[in-house]
């Protein structure tokens, strides 16, 4: 319930919001150790992903010096004698087991790899998930949905197809390149050193070209972010968008935002791409380089003809892990923009670590308490200042006052979704710094004008209030907020899925199932927001009555937008510019003939007009 009641209030915040904090990205390589921390925890498994690489890895190295042996014994049969066929048979039956032992020994790498690449992702996911339940409520003021949502799926899922799939190719290509070293030496030192004097050519272009493109990669997926972000929220807001006939427009940035995606890959990709010709041409000079001088010592009698054959091949199989780990480098790139953007989630400050322990109220009575609290949003722009009041046990408190004014801020510290600047909030008499987080949550109910349904059954919405909810406690709550009839006349009652968006109810239904679902909450507090704005006259009635005798007995915070609905409440607070300036019941405002006489009037007289 503590996310649905962060992102309820969210959306129907419309005072200030605190600006978007600009971290600074992460460098790539401290992004790569960072992400690599997470293989500590699979130590065992990556020991034996080593030695399977190494074993399988070291019996593809053998088949060049194998198959070597066979073309120095048909080089000598045909010069000498003949050739021993027997022989030439045992090596090829050699050379076959080599091959079935390294493709064994890379399926069981590839086996165990897969198991810890998926692993870390399943462990990132989570982290990530219950990062956002800890995160306060300014964080999703200042982020798109869209963003967070690319960075939680798109960018967890290049991570998990790189380790799943670069790591083992890393490694392996690491171990190849030793290996072959070590079978060039035992063949021919010479030619060895005309290999090596190319790797820091090699290793200088890979550096240069992966220093380039790797601003182009970061851009890339902020760029695929935005973009994620604005098809979300198009689509959220089609009906709001068709209706004021911006379908054009939103193409256009659509364009826009695509193209600029466009341009960052383009770049990255063109730019990373050139490495794989460049070390193609650097590993042909190297080819032809190793052919001549095998040839002059083969002349020389220095070495035999299958060496030089075998070298050869030693020569190509040196050349792919160079240039697998140029292909890999653009992969890991990618990959390093990706993390850093799910690290800069899991990095953002979240709510103090104090406010998750603490006392809890066993009976809670609802007795609300403010005491010079003070609070902004921005540090140079104060909201709140001096707020004072006291709300007794089963009170109704109605908040009004201009847009902007600080109704729905007040609302939010009271939840703890914003800590305060200074002053203190009490409940029971007891701070609520002091309260355990969720626990002081879970003392309100909420029923407010932007309603929120989940996909899922229309019971399973209702249940939502509260945990071990029975079907009967559902059917009693619907009953009570008048919800009971239209449900039933559903083709499958409570049963009834709604969609993503709960489209296919009426907003009036659906503000029945929040009503239905706060009364099943059985809270000690009550918050409502012009909860009836979206029914019709007959069923205001009704869930007007309902919402009395569920406000019964308990303490009930009103943010009210129309105040001929709460002539009724115990004590009203007239806030303006982030000051209560005049608080009473209605009769004693209106006598005063103040700011509230003021607001009333000209409501009325609109009211009246219209």
Same mark, same amino acid.
């Given at each position: 319930m503590k996310e649905f009641l962060r992102r309820l209030l969210g959306a129907s915040n419309k005072e200030e919001k605190p600006a978007p904090s600009k971290d600074t990205p992460k460098q790539f390589k401290a992004t790569l150790i960072r992400l690599s921390g997470y293989l500590s925890a699979h130590k065992l498994a990556l020991i034996a992903v080593m030695i399977t690489a190494l074993l399988g890895?070291? =019996?593809? /190295? %053998?088949?060049?010096?194998? @198959?070597?042996? +066979?073309?120095?014994? !048909?080089?000598?049969?045909?010069?000498?004698?003949?050739?021993?066929? =027997?022989? /030439? %048979?045992?090596?090829?039956? @050699?050379?076959? +087991?080599?091959?079935? !032992?390294?493709?064994?020994?890379?399926?069981?790498?590839?086996?165990?790899?897969?198991?810890?690449?998926?692993?870390?992702?399943?462990?990132?996911?989570?982290?990530?998930?219950?990062?956002?339940?800890?995160?306060?409520?300014?964080?999703?003021?200042?982020?798109?949905?869209?963003?967070?949502?690319?960075?939680?799926?798109?960018?967890?899922?290049?991570?998990?197809?790189?380790?799943?799939?670069?790591?083992?190719?890393?490694?392996?290509?690491?171990?190849?390149?030793i290996g072959v070293s070590i079978m060039m030496l035992l063949i021919s030192p010479l030619m060895t050193l005309i290999v090596w004097v190319t790797l820091p050519l090699s290793f200088f272009i890979t550096k240069k070209v992966v220093a380039r493109s790797q601003n182009y990669f970061k851009g890339q997926q902020q760029a695929l972010g935005k973009l994620n972000g604005h098809v979300a929220e198009s689509y959220a807001g089609h009906e709001t968008v068709k209706a004021f006939g911006r379908e054009q427009q939103t193409v256009g940035t659509f364009n826009?935002?695509?193209?600029?995606?466009?341009?960052?890959?383009?770049?990255?990709?063109?730019?990373?791409?050139?490495?794989m010709p460049l070390l193609r041409f650097v590993n042909n000079i190297v080819y032809v380089a190793v052919c001549v001088v095998g040839s002059i010592l083969v002349t020389q009698r220095t070495i035999p003809i299958g060496d030089v054959q075998a070298f050869i091949m030693y020569v190509r199989l040196f050349s792919q892990p160079i240039t697998r780990v140029a292909n890999i480098s653009n992969i890991i790139q990618s990959t390093a923009a990706a993390a850093e953007r799910v690290f800069e989630i899991l990095d953002q400050q979240e709510e103090s670590a104090g406010s998750r322990v603490g006392r809890s109220l066993d009976q809670p009575k609802g007795e609300v308490r403010f005491e010079d609290v003070s609070f902004r949003y921005q540090k140079d722009k104060p909201l709140l200042e001096n707020v004072n009041f006291y709300v007794e046990q089963g009170q109704t408190v109605a908040i009004v006052g201009p847009t902007g004014a600080g109704?729905?801020?007040?609302?939010?510290?009271?939840?703890?979704?914003?800590?305060?600047?200074?002053?203190?909030?009490?409940?029971?008499?007891?701070?609520?710094?002091?309260?355990?987080?969720?626990?002081?949550?879970?003392?309100?109910?909420?029923?407010?004008?932007?309603?929120?349904?989940?996909?899922?059954?229309?019971?399973?919405?209702?249940?939502?209030?509260?945990?071990?909810?029975?079907d009967d406690e559902v059917i009693q709550a619907a009953r009570a907020a008048r919800a009971d009839h239209f449900i039933?006349?559903?083709?499958?009652?409570?049963?009834?899925?709604?969609?993503?968006?709960?489209?296919?109810?009426?907003?009036?239904?659906?503000?029945?199932?929040?009503?239905?679902?706060?009364?099943?909450?059985?809270?000690?507090?009550?918050?409502?927001?012009?909860?009836?704005?979206?029914?019709?006259?007959?069923?205001?009635?009704?869930?007007?009555?309902?919402?009395?005798?569920?406000?019964?007995?308990?303490?009930?915070?009103i943010i009210a937008h129309r105040l001929s609905t709460i002539r009724d409440a115990d004590m009203i607070l007239v806030m303006d510019q982030g000051q209560i300036v005049e608080q009473g019941s209605h009769e004693e405002l209106l006598e005063k003939g103040g700011f509230y006489a003021e607001l009333y009037e000209s409501q009325f007289a609109s009211e009246a007009s219209g």
């Open positions: 890895t070291a =019996f593809m /190295i %053998l088949s060049p010096k194998i @198959l070597g042996l +066979a073309v120095t014994e !048909l080089f000598q049969g045909v010069m000498g004698e003949g050739i021993d066929f =027997f022989r /030439i %048979l045992q090596i090829l039956l @050699l050379l076959a +087991a080599l091959y079935l !032992l390294s493709s064994y020994f890379t399926y069981v790498q590839e086996y165990l790899m897969v198991g810890i690449a998926q692993k870390i992702v399943y462990v990132l996911r989570k982290e990530v998930n219950e990062k956002l339940s800890r995160l306060p409520l300014n964080f999703f003021d200042s982020v798109s949905h869209g963003d967070v949502l690319s960075r939680a799926v798109n960018d967890l899922e290049k991570v998990s197809s790189t380790m799943q799939q670069s790591l083992t190719q890393l490694i392996t290509s690491l171990i190849t390149m826009k935002m695509n193209q600029t995606l466009y341009e960052s890959s383009w770049r990255a990709q063109f730019i990373s791409s050139i490495i109704k729905t801020t007040l609302i939010n510290l009271l939840m703890r979704f914003y800590d305060i600047d200074s002053g203190r909030i009490s409940i029971d008499g007891v701070d609520i710094q002091k309260l355990e987080l969720e626990e002081l949550r879970r003392l309100f109910g909420m029923v407010l004008q932007d309603t929120w349904l989940f996909h899922g059954t229309i019971r399973d919405n209702i249940a939502y209030g509260r945990e071990n909810v029975s039933r006349t559903l083709p499958d009652g409570y049963d009834t899925v709604l969609n993503e968006s709960a489209s296919n109810i009426s907003a009036g239904q659906k503000q029945l199932i929040t009503i239905a679902r706060a009364i099943v909450s059985n809270p000690a507090l009550l918050l409502l927001d012009e909860a009836t704005s979206s029914v019709d006259t007959r069923t205001e009635i009704h869930i007007q009555q309902a919402l009395k005798r569920l406000m019964h007995g308990r303490t009930s915070f």
